[in-house]
Structures are given as C-alpha cells and as structure tokens.
T-cell receptor, first 108, second 112 residues
C-alpha cells in the first residue's frame, strides 16, 4: 500500500472549517483514499473514502487532486468534539496501514 | 450495518498469565475480521486478519495468536503475557460486500 504524509498537528477554531491535508504521491490506480479519526481512548471511526472524485457525506468532504497525489479532508464547521487524531490511509487489496495521523485540536 | 462487540473493555493481567480477548460481530455474514494493537502513543499495528472460519493470517511475529471458531467470532490469545503486550487492542470488521473497515470499541490491556 502507498504511504501517506500528514502534518503531525493542526489547530482550528470552533465553528471554522478544518482542512486536513494528506500527501500520497505513490498511490496507484486502484487504491482508495480513506480517512478515519480516533478520539482519545476510543476505536477509530470511519469518516469518508474516495477513489478519484470528490466525496461528501454528513461528516466531511474529501477533495482529491486530479493526479491523485494528495487529498484534503474538510470538516466544514468544526466543533470541540471533532478534536481527535485524523488518519489518512491509502488502501490496497484488503488491509489498512495506519500512520501517525494529524492531531486536530479544536478550541473555543 | 454491522455492530462490533469487544470484551472485556479493560484488563489488568500479570506477566506470564494467559490471555483471551473476544470480538463478536452482528449484522453481517462472512466478514473479514482484523485484530490491531495500539501501543501507548503509537499508531495502529495490524496483528492478524481472517477471511473466514479457521483462516488466520499473521502480519507480524509475536507472542499472540488468533482464532476464528465461528463466522462472526474472532479471538486473540496468548499463553504467557509479556510486559510489551500492553496496549489497546482493536477488532475491526469488513463486510464481504463492502470496502470499508469498521472498528470495535477496543480492549485496553495492562500487563504488570
């Protein structure tokens, strides 16, 4: 599976949009981009995934560049409960490989 | 959608004691099942995965083993725990017709 690069930490003010970047320059054509988050002491929570097109659901939006070498997870109106570690994962056949993720701190 | 149960939620065990963690899944049949471990301050590491009853693949050599006696039951075991086995153990499930893995609530293990 391709590796991903994420900033170790980010800050966001409550109510503002949180834009979390991820680089995956070695992604191959059949690999999906997945985003999970992990709130302290809980299991990872699935957020969204995509292959080529931008995706949106009730939690977030995923913007994938045309060359698929990077993506951005957007939380449109961050709340304090969105404070968590966010993992960007490129998934191949079956397994997920988690990196260190981005610690997003949403503050009042 | 599937529901993943793990127990116990927390466990404190002495070094050298045996271990059995259980994961059960509801709401799907013939899922892929996974065991991950997260050591303190570190990322998730895949330990085992299973595509069916009795089929186990190990990702890393270690002091642990896994078994899948039933379609929706996945067990993580050890005969003798080490201090380094401490961590947060997570079971995950991927339904056969889906792309996404979903995680259970986890078991926090402390070996003393």
């Amino acid at each position: 599976d391709a590796k991903t690069t994420q900033p170790p930490s980010m800050d966001c003010a409550e109510g503002r949009a949180a834009n979390l970047p991820c680089n995956h320059s070695t992604i191959s054509g059949n690999e999906y981009v997945y985003w999970y988050r992990q709130i302290h002491s809980q299991g990872p929570q699935y957020i969204i995934h995509g292959l080529k097109n931008n995706e949106t659901n009730e939690m977030a939006s995923l913007i994938i560049t045309e060359d698929r070498k990077s993506s951005t997870l957007i939380l449109p109106h961050a709340t304090l409960r969105d404070t968590a570690v966010y993992y960007c994962i490129v998934r191949g056949y079956s397994t997920l490989t988690f990196g260190k993720g981005t610690m997003l701190l949403v503050s009042p | 959608s599937q529901t993943i149960h793990q127990w116990p939620a927390t466990l404190v065990q002495p070094v050298g004691s045996p271990l059995s963690l259980e994961c059960t899944v509801e709401g799907t049949s013939n899922p892929n099942l996974y065991w991950y471990r997260q050591a303190a301050g570190r990322g998730l590491q895949l330990l085992f995965y299973s595509v069916g009853i009795g089929q186990i693949s190990s990702e890393v050599p270690q002091n642990l083993s896994a078994s899948r006696p039933q379609d929706r039951q996945f067990i993580l075991s050890s005969k003798k725990l080490l201090l380094s086995d401490s961590g947060f153990y997570l079971c995950a499930c991927r339904a056969s017709a889906q792309e996404t893995q979903y995680f259970g609530p986890g078991t926090r293990l402390l070996v003393l």
